[in-house]
């Protein structure tokens, strides 16, 4: 084979590779316009919930950081004790449009005699304009079906964050947030903090506690992203 013959080989090779290269390309890009198609990349509900108890009610709260969405479904309040124990939880039907960057009252309901505390979620509720996830309350279906709750109180200055495991264990790896309101529920920041922590079957445990802001009222404690298995 002569030099201009073999050039001309060596020439439709890497045209060749560039096509194969170009397709590959192509194909990746395809992927990720269908995953955007079936599943939306951005415009997920980004909230956090809190409840508190007045005069024997209980009041749940969403607290909206992003776009508006709908609440139309069962929510759910659960009670505990002072000691942290679970003593009875209670679904409501509610439909609700969350307006954006908004804390709204959602549902309120009676609390049980001997209840101390209490926690709202929303999430199996929550139909978002763009995607039907929500970005923050638990439980949700891509934490594996986890069955638990978090609380957050402030006591002289430092918040604490609680977990409650209402069914089998799991373990927190990564990093967990706190969420901190002033006396109106406004949103004033939040902060984040790693952690790692084995939570045993149908217990309650601090799992991090922080430096809250000198004109926070009240916090959201939020473990959704380190939530292994």
Not at 27 to 33: A, D, P, R, T, V
Not at 151 to 162: D, L, V
């Amino acid at each position: 084979m002569g030099p201009h013959s073999a050039g001309q080989t060596k020439t439709g090779m890497n045209f060749v590779a560039w096509l194969i290269n170009l397709l590959h390309v192509k194909k990746n890009i395809l992927f990720l316009f269908a995953v955007c198609i079936i599943v939306p990349c951005f415009g997920q509900a980004s909230y956090t919930t809190s409840c508190e108890i007045r005069n024997g009610t209980a009041y749940g709260y969403v607290h909206n950081h992003k776009n508006s969405f709908e609440i139309n479904g069962y929510v759910w309040f659960y009670f505990y004790d002072s000691t942290g124990r679970l003593l009875t939880s209670e679904d409501e039907y509610e439909y609700e449009y969350v307006s954006s960057k908004t804390s709204e009252e959602i549902e309120h309901t009676n609390a049980p005699a001997n209840a101390c505390s209490c926690a709202f979620d929303v999430s199996n509720a929550v139909k978002s304009q763009n995607s039907p996830q929500p970005g923050d309350t638990i439980p949700t279906a891509d934490q594996g079906k986890k069955n638990y709750t978090t609380t957050c109180e402030i006591r002289n200055g430092i918040a604490y964050g609680y977990v409650r495991n209402h069914e089998n264990s799991f373990e927190i790896n990564g990093y967990v947030w706190f969420h901190f309101y002033d006396s109106a529920g406004r949103f004033l920041k939040s902060e984040d903090e790693y952690e790692y922590e084995y939570v045993s079957s149908k217990t309650s445990e601090e799992i991090e506690h922080t430096t809250a802001p000198v004109n926070a009222c009240s916090c959201f404690f939020e473990i959704k992203d380190a939530i292994g298995k």
